[in-house]
């Protein structure tokens, strides 16, 4: 689906640079996505966060500070 019509940027664009590490300001300045008319910032802002948000590695980042005795203390 196109999302920024202005610069013809489609969402798997956006979810590949959002999963290859790069959040909105960087994708935006490589694609050019929000930046004339401005309609499709929003969508484009919730597409990166939500590919952010489906990426593991925040869990095994955190699976390194888990232990059995850090969840007795909740």
């Known amino acids: 689906m196109i999302v920024c019509v202005c610069r013809?940027?489609?969402d798997r664009e956006?979810?590949?640079?959002?999963h290859a590490g790069m959040n909105f300001d960087e994708i935006q300045f490589e694609l050019g996505v929000a930046t004339q008319c401005g309609?499709?910032?929003c969508t484009a802002r919730d597409l990166v966060?939500?590919?952010h948000a489906s990426?593991?590695?925040?869990?095994?980042?955190n699976a390194a500070d888990w232990s059995p005795s850090a969840t007795a203390r909740v």
């Open 55 to 61: 990426q593991p590695v925040a869990l095994i980042d």
């Open 14 to 18: 956006i979810a590949r640079h959002a």
């Open 39 to 41: 309609r499709c910032e």
């Open 8 to 10: 013809r940027v489609s």
């Open 49 to 51: 966060q939500q590919c």
